[in-house]
């Protein structure tokens, strides 16, 4: 008897907890749907039933407008452009920035580090004006070169590959120098493979972060051919387009901004996964 009820009991708990755990993720999933069906609806329609995620009638007219009557493919193209470019120097900066700092032996790495941690406690907006005032004295104010160098390496990135890397057995390098590598065919060939699951968390970090960076392109570019995504979507709610309160076009492009980040998150946190899984076994 004793068992049954102990077995009752968790059984009990489970679904409660797993009740709970699904309450959580409609209420997370709420907006979102929110925002896919007003995308989906006409604007009186979005204005007189703004809560309602079913669109009655249905209408891509929202989408329509997104394309022919905004710069949304500009925007989107350049938000591409920029956050591939960053993304893949993050990789390689943030990697080799953080072995150098677990590994290598050097005057001043201890506070070097220090340095890094303490980036990671200032505040993004207190370096608005002066990131403005450096741009501007480089010369390179209102291009692609502002939107993409001051960003292409970050403290977090580093702190999570050291910290990985940290982690890997120096017995596999020094196994690497017996059989003659030096120290970057060491790091590129034996070391960077195995942080796979750490480099793709820094993909997934690096290109959310990426796509939706707003801050920086404000200090960064004027020129509307310069606008990422994020400052167009800005320019929109900002009611560019005129009067009205626009719903469907402004959530259609909002889903459109979405998507890409999505589909990233799907499809790395399978490998991402699947790659701690294969790092616990080895363990």
């Avoid at 290598?104 to 580090?113: M, V």
């Avoid at 910290?163 to 065919?185: K, L, M, N, T, Y």
């Avoid at 901004?257 to 996964?273: D, L």
């Amino acid at each position: 008897m004793a068992r049954d009820t102990t077995g009752g009991r968790t059984l009990a708990s489970s679904f409660l907890g797993y009740c709970v755990l699904i309450f959580f993720a409609l209420v997370f999933l709420y907006p979102f749907v929110i925002q896919i069906g007003n995308s989906l609806k006409t604007e009186p329609d979005a204005v007189s039933s703004a809560l309602s995620p079913i669109p009655d009638p249905l209408s891509t007219a929202g989408y329509e407008r997104v394309f022919l009557g905004t710069d949304l493919p500009l925007w989107l193209g350049n938000s591409v452009f920029v956050t591939i470019v960053v993304t893949l120097a993050r990789l390689l900066l943030n990697s080799m920035a953080g072995y150098a700092l677990a590994r290598l032996r050097f005057r001043g790495r201890a506070g070097l580090f220090a340095a890094v941690l303490a980036i990671l406690a200032v505040p993004g907006v207190v370096l608005f004006i002066p990131k403005f005032l450096v741009l501007n004295q480089l010369g390179i104010y209102n291009s692609y070169t502002a939107l993409i160098l001051p960003v292409i390496v970050d403290a977090g990135g580093v702190f999570i590959m050291k910290q990985f890397f940290e982690s890997i057995p120096v017995s596999v390098e020094e196994a690497a120098r017996i059989d003659g590598a030096g120290v970057f065919r060491t790091f590129w060939s034996v070391v960077l493979p195995m942080a796979r699951p750490a480099l793709i968390t820094l993909t997934i970090i690096s290109f959310q972060a990426t796509w939706n960076e707003f801050p920086h392109s404000l200090v960064a570019v004027q020129d509307p051919a310069l606008f990422t995504l994020p400052r167009g979507l800005a320019d929109l709610v900002s009611g560019s387009l005129g009067v009205g309160t626009q719903y469907p076009l402004k959530l259609g492009a909002a889903v459109l901004a979405t998507i890409p980040v999505a589909v990233i998150f799907v499809v790395f946190q399978r490998y991402f996964v699947r790659g701690a899984n294969e790092g616990s076994d080895k363990g």
